[in-house]
């Protein structure tokens, strides 16, 4: 359950970082990967685009780490945990 807890945590964390510091069009509602295309797309941000790549990247991460929640906490369990702290600060650099 505090898996969980602090992946939603998470997830709220980015997305206020990303709608509070970028003044665009549309504000961001989730971080699956068509919600981000959607919210690209909408604020004229390239699919390579810097903050859209990071933001894939923390999608990606939160996803692996919500479909292993249920097993034992392996080394890639943790270094995924330690991929998504690193992502989340270099999106706060970025925004």
Sequence with gaps: MDEFV???????RVLDM???RLYLNEK??????SAI???AVNNRLGPSSRVVSLLK???SELFFMATRSQEPVS???ELRREKI?????A???AV
Excluded: C, H, K, P
């Design 28 to 33: 961001l509602f989730g971080l699956s990967s």
């Design 75 to 77: 080394s890639e369990y």
């Design 85 to 89: 702290i690193e992502a989340v600060t």
């Design 91 to 93: 999106l706060a650099d």
């Design 37 to 39: 295309d959607r919210w």
């Design 6 to 12: 602090s992946r939603m945590a998470t997830q709220r």
């Design 18 to 20: 990303v709608n509070s």
């Design 57 to 59: 990247n923390v999608s």
